[in-house]
């Protein structure tokens, strides 16, 4: 019986040292991948250390669980002081003006010689402002907004589009997926858009000089929109802008189990990264200012002299972005598979 009980024993703590050493085998993947996020993070004036945070090694006693789908209720709506998010727009490139505040958001308008095309909204609560006030600030016309792409149907990206609708018959555009989390979000119906403009992986949308390619990107929600635009101006030089769409691991709530969301979205990362470099896209257009300091970038450009290089363009800053977000999620699935 002891010799019985001796051989038990030892076999339990072969076990539990079998599971400790793939635990910490697993903990060494994840730091490799975390390093190469870390070495991806920065560079000077193209600082993506904000989004390096999503390298976080998860609490190992995490709350209990959100519920699986996005809540139905209406919720009361909360609007915060002015002095909260609004921020003077300003013209960033020859047809490319940022609208968005300061509270985090960015709202881009691109004008082309056919009309204005907008990348996201804002809240419904900025858009009087922000939108419409800050287009004329700029000398444009908001009536002459054709198209506003909604990259995430959540309402800090489409809350503002409903306005748009109904006063200057814009047409909004964003994924089946994205159309779906809109129509289920906890908000007013009067602060969501009206169902229009499906986007689907690969198509294209030109709006006179202006060109638009649409990528579905799942992983930050069930579809999120990443998008190629061209040309951009500066004076006689054109660049390539690329929208990555996602950044929160807060959406992972919208996928049966956070390794499917996780997994997805480093997938998405490392095909867009791909993509966006085959496109020569050299100007990262963050969807929110804190990703890429892009606040700091704007001031940077106000004193900016001639010859000086534009702030915002970097190829270099286009790959990281998608790097970072890959490797931190990479790193994610390792310390994951080790639990």
Same mark, same amino acid.
């Given at each position: 019986?002891?010799?019985?009980?001796?051989?038990?024993?030892?076999?339990?703590?072969?076990?539990? %040292?079998?599971? #400790?050493?793939?635990?910490?085998?697993?903990? @060494?993947? $994840?730091?490799?991948? !975390?390093? &190469? /996020?870390? +070495? =991806?993070?920065?560079?000077?004036?193209?600082?993506?250390?904000?989004?390096? %945070?999503?390298? #976080?090694?998860?609490?190992?006693?995490?709350? @209990?669980? $959100?519920?699986?789908? !996005?809540? &139905? /209720?209406? +919720? =009361?709506?909360?609007?915060?002081?002015?002095?909260?998010?609004?921020?003077?727009?300003?013209?960033?490139?020859?047809?490319?003006?940022?609208?968005?505040?300061?509270?985090?958001?960015?709202?881009? /308008?691109? +004008?082309?010689?056919?009309?204005?095309?907008?990348?996201?909204?804002?809240?419904?609560?900025?858009?009087?402002?922000?939108?419409?006030?800050?287009?004329?600030?700029?000398?444009?016309?908001?009536?002459?907004?054709?198209?506003?792409?909604?990259?995430?149907?959540?309402?800090?990206?489409?809350?503002?589009?409903?306005?748009?609708?109904?006063?200057?018959?814009?047409?909004?555009?964003?994924?089946?997926?994205?159309?779906?989390?809109?129509?289920?979000?906890?908000?007013?119906?009067?602060?969501?858009?009206?169902?229009?403009?499906?986007?689907?992986?690969?198509?294209?949308?030109?709006?006179?000089?202006?060109?638009?390619?649409?990528?579905?990107?799942?992983?930050?929600?069930?579809?999120?929109?990443?998008?190629?635009?061209?040309?951009?101006?500066?004076?006689?030089?054109?660049?390539?802008?690329?929208?990555?769409?996602?950044?929160?691991?807060?959406?992972?709530?919208?996928?049966?189990?956070?390794?499917?969301?996780?997994?997805?979205?480093?997938?998405?990362?490392?095909?867009?990264?791909?993509?966006?470099?085959?496109?020569?896209?050299?100007?990262?257009?963050?969807?929110?200012?804190?990703?890429?300091?892009?606040?700091?970038?704007?001031?940077?450009?106000?004193?900016?002299?001639?010859?000086?290089?534009?702030?915002?363009?970097?190829?270099?800053?286009?790959?990281?972005?998608?790097?970072?977000?890959?490797?931190?999620?990479?790193?994610?699935?390792?310390?994951?598979?080790?639990?």
């Amino acid at each position: 019986m002891l010799r019985y009980s001796t051989f038990l024993f030892c076999g339990v703590l072969f076990l539990a %040292g079998c599971s #400790a050493t793939e635990t910490n085998a697993q903990d @060494a993947i $994840a730091q490799i991948h !975390v390093a &190469a /996020a870390g +070495a =991806a993070a920065y560079e000077p004036g193209q600082d993506l250390t904000d989004i390096f %945070g999503l390298c #976080a090694e998860p609490d190992p006693n995490p709350p @209990a669980a $959100a519920p699986a789908a !996005v809540p &139905a /209720a209406t +919720a =009361a709506p909360t609007i915060p002081p002015r002095s909260q998010w609004y921020g003077d727009p300003q013209k960033v490139f020859d047809n490319v003006y940022h609208l968005g505040g300061t509270n985090n958001e960015a709202i881009w /308008a691109v +004008a082309s010689s056919e009309g204005i095309i907008l990348i996201n909204a804002g809240y419904d609560y900025t858009a009087e402002e922000l939108i419409v006030n800050g287009l004329e600030k700029m000398g444009l016309d908001p009536a002459q907004i054709k198209y506003v792409i909604i990259t995430s149907g959540e309402m800090d990206s489409s809350g503002g589009a409903r306005l748009l609708q109904d006063r200057y018959n814009a047409r909004v555009l964003s994924s089946e997926g994205e159309w779906d989390v809109s129509a289920k979000f906890n908000a007013p119906t009067a602060s969501k858009p009206r169902k229009d403009m499906i986007i689907t992986d690969g198509q294209e949308l030109t709006l006179g000089d202006v060109t638009v390619r649409f990528y579905i990107t799942p992983g930050h929600s069930p579809a999120s929109v990443s998008l190629l635009i061209s040309p951009l101006k500066d004076g006689n030089q054109r660049h390539v802008g690329s929208v990555f769409g996602g950044r929160s691991a807060g959406g992972l709530q919208y996928f049966e189990s956070e390794v499917e969301g996780i997994r997805l979205w480093s997938a998405s990362a490392k095909r867009y990264k791909a993509i966006a470099e085959s496109a020569g896209a050299d100007v990262f257009v963050s969807q929110h200012a804190s990703w890429d300091k892009t606040l700091d970038k704007l001031n940077a450009l106000k004193f900016r002299q001639p010859g000086d290089p534009h702030p915002m363009v970097s190829k270099s800053a286009v790959s990281r972005y998608q790097t970072v977000i890959s490797e931190c999620m990479d790193a994610q699935l390792a310390w994951r598979e080790g639990e």
